[in-house]
């Protein structure tokens, strides 16, 4: 019996034991389970700081420099995630190209929200993203190349390069490639029912926000950008919006093509009625001021270095110095050279830098002849012209005229043939004949005086 107890007893804490070692396990395997039902339900927001950077102006270098400060700002602040903000109707392909590397390369994250649209080059750069997020009403597409005029650009190889450009960015992101083929040649066909695109020959896709999340161009729709970063699951309790410097805003405004050519057309009017019509001042510093605007814009947008402000000075220096240094038209000319390589070099395009200068050039040739006509007592060029008159009503009497020897009689000294000396009253007298020779100790008369020219004629016998 007290065997049987004993092993009754052992048998129950053996139980208790093992009971007791279950319980923590079981306990375990419950939460284990239950946490991924906890984080489904609520998902934990990645933190950090999120940067958005706004792209919405036309694709130029002046953009790019922009987005790389916005790139690096944002490293430096340790982001876990880069916003673009897309509302641009397109630019230049190779700052599109230079963009879209920067994004694709990046190692924080990228996503595109889409605010307007994302048109032509401004596409692509959404392509390069890692995440597309619309707004709804927006847009993405028509990226069929133009040239600055507005006409299709029809090359083949251009085509070719641009359309494979296009292809790789969607092919980045599993993306249909013929959609992104589909969105810059006009002359293929694309028959995507499943995915809601159809495209017939001759027209170009562009996708609204419903069409683009169909078509597996767009994640998702959000209507703000703060929306956008919840869906991708960040916090958005630590946002920056990068803004352009207002250095940056002058410069975008001072490099619009027409406040360019403005610029170019006071710089040069100003300088050169400075230096043809001197004493004013105003013109001068008035026509330097523009130029400065010109390069400034220039160099803060990243189209123009320093050796474009140097080329511009030795221009400037040349051509003042060919206004008073002999050198046969060389200066003139070495400066013209230099300025015109200054003005061009500090464009993005040397093609709108040429039609700039071209249109600015015509417009202050017009204005400078007005000011030089108006003002032409005070050009320059009245000091290189001898105007004063040496008469003898102005005072001027170079040799005392001898207007008492006329009628007076003397002796011709030396034969005159028909220069000579002659005794006039006693007096040695440079005489002249009026072309008939005269020989030694025959009696003369003067006839005239004309200044210290004094006329004789051989006396009557």
């Known amino acids: 019996m007290d065997r049987f107890r004993k ?32 984080s489904a339900a609520a998902p934990v927001s990645k933190n950090g700081p999120v940067f958005i950077i706004p ?34 109707p397109g630019g230049l392909v190779d700052s599109a190209e230079q963009i879209g590397m920067m994004v694709r390369d990046s190692k924080i994250p990228t996503v595109a929200y889409i605010r307007g649209d994302a048109a032509s080059a401004g596409s692509y750069i959404a392509l390069n993203a890692g995440n597309i997020i619309m707004k709804p009403g927006s847009m993405i597409g028509a990226a069929s190349l133009v040239d600055g005029r507005g006409n299709s650009v029809e090359d083949a ?28 040649d006009k002359n293929i066909v694309v028959n995507k029912p499943e995915l809601g695109v159809k495209k017939a020959q001759g027209e ?4 609204s926000s419903d069409e683009a999340l169909k078509a597996g161009y767009a994640d998702s729709i959000a209507s703000t950008p703060e929306e956008a ?32 050519t403005i610029l170019l057309f006071i710089g ?13 001042g105003v013109p001068g510093i008035i026509g330097t001021l523009a130029f400065a605007l010109y390069f400034f814009g220039n160099y803060v947008a990243g189209f123009a270095g320093a050796e474009t402000w140097l080329l511009f000075i030795l221009g400037l220096v040349m051509l003042i110095l060919e206004l008073f240094v002999p050198s046969f038209g060389i200066l003139g000319i070495l400066g013209s050279v230099l300025l015109v390589a200054g003005v061009v ?57 001898k207007l008492s020897l006329i009628g007076a009689s003397g002796v011709s000294i030396t034969p005159l043939r028909p220069a000579g000396t002659a005794s006039l009253n006693g007096e040695r007298v440079d005489v002249v004949t009026e072309g008939s020779f005269i020989d030694t100790g025959v009696s003369i008369s003067v006839i005239k005086v004309e200044g210290g020219r004094v006329v004789v004629k051989e006396a009557a016998k």
């Open 7 to 38: 092993i009754a007893v052992s048998s129950i804490s053996f139980l208790l034991l093992l009971l007791l070692l279950l319980i923590p396990i079981a306990g375990v395997a419950s939460a284990d389970k239950a946490s991924p039902r906890t």
């Open 55 to 88: 792209v919405d102006q036309e694709i130029e270098r002046g953009l790019q420099s922009f987005l790389e400060r916005g790139f690096q700002e944002a490293a430096n602040y340790g982001a876990v995630l880069i916003l673009l903000e897309i509302d641009t």
């Open 157 to 184: 190889k251009i085509t070719s390069y641009w359309k494979s450009k296009m292809v790789g960015a969607a092919e980045l992101n599993g993306r249909d490639p013929e959609i992104a083929a589909g969105m810059m």
């Open 204 to 207: 170009i896709i562009a996708l």
């Open 229 to 260: 970063i919840t869906s991708l699951g960040y916090s958005t309790d630590d946002i920056f919006r990068v803004e352009h410097t207002g250095a940056e805003k002058m410069s975008h405004f001072l490099t619009n093509p027409i406040v360019m």
């Open 268 to 280: 040069i009017a100003g300088i050169v009625i400075e230096m043809l019509v001197p004493g004013f």
């Open 345 to 401: 070099r500090a464009a993005y395009s040397y093609t709108h830098a040429l039609f700039s200068l071209g249109i600015a050039f015509a417009a202050a040739a017009v204005v400078i002849i007005a000011v030089a006509v108006t003002f032409k007592e005070r050009g320059i060029w009245n000091r290189f012209i001898l105007k004063d008159s040496l008469t003898k009503e102005q005072g001027f009497v170079p040799v005392l005229e």
